[in-house]
């Protein structure tokens, strides 16, 4: 095995915030990147016409894309619903499925939900110092159900790539609804 | 590519004391076990004559130790010299050397020493909310410079293993040492 010969460094992670300094890149998916992943795709249009919120960003230092290397990024999600449903990041499978991921909660308050190609379903409240393993081959999905910006550090092999496409096509298990006892999971 | 399935799980990490629950695994290291690791051997001596105090301990939740597989864990180094230098960790490349490691300070001040095999040497100071990468090949010892536990959170590649023998044999490039104006890299 071959892998980039990179030097050691150091980032500073805001334990609340989540901010993390340098990064080398940042994705911003404001609602309209999401169409489609919301139940209320109506609901959906009326807030991209009324200024098109940021749901979430992901702060990330970049790494050579190689098993042995490890990556690592910073998500805050924001609190918002899209009709009943809570903002959620987009959710995806690793490109190369047997690759896991640890996350890190710094503060906030949700769910991470999993499910497996196969089936299976799966959702754990993610809150500051939840350590939630992902394990290999499943899709992961975060949801906000607080008040404010759900914020939590990640760390994956750095094979591991990133496939949105199936869940676009295929959508998650569970989704997140605001009751009117709290959060419920449909 | 074939890996063990496991299922989606949780841990609480106190994000100041690094305290991790459930774990299932503790290693306890007391100075008795760091023998040589140490400049001054009779001043480790007196010290184990003298209670042979508790240097660092490591809680973890263990997994398959399988390529895809990341294992997270806490480490707890405690403050104190052995003469004029710090408490440190015994330090380790990892048996698969093509394998990364990331830290993140949660409390305490300290440093990360790093070497390679072929003669390179770096310190990177370690505190709350720092992100330190540990690339492949790099042996790492953390050291302790404060007052106060010095607690931080890892997460490395389930294949990655560890290699402590390399480390007696060699000793580390750099120590640690409390000088007049305060730590000192030697």
């Known amino acids: 095995m071959k892998v980039t010969a990179v030097d050691p460094f150091a980032l500073a992670l805001d334990l609340r915030s989540g901010a993390l300094q340098p990064y080398t890149s940042r994705t911003q998916r404001h609602l309209s990147d999401m169409r489609g992943a919301f139940r209320d795709g109506a609901a959906l249009e009326d807030l991209v016409r009324g200024g098109d919120p940021l749901v979430y960003e992901v702060l990330q230092y970049d790494l050579p894309e190689e098993t042995g290397q490890l990556i690592c990024c910073t998500t805050v999600l924001y609190p918002g619903t899209v009709g009943a449903e809570y903002y959620m990041t987009k959710g995806h499978y690793h ?24 089936g299976r379903s799966w959702a754990e409240p993610l809150g500051p110092g939840t350590v939630a393993y992902v394990p290999p081959a499943w899709a992961h999905r975060s949801v906000n159900v607080g008040e404010e910006p759900l914020v939590f550090f990640a ?19 569970q989704r997140v609804l605001r009751g009117p006892q709290g959060p419920v999971l449909a």
Do not use: C, K, N
Request: no cysteine; aromatic share 12%.
């Open 95 to 118: 490109l190369v499925r047997e690759t896991a991921e640890i996350y890190l909660g710094l503060s906030g308050q949700g769910y991470l939900l999993l499910m497996t190609e196969d």
């Open 155 to 173: 760390v994956y092999p750095g094979q591991a790539g990133h496939d949105y496409g199936t869940i676009e096509r295929t959508g998650f298990a």
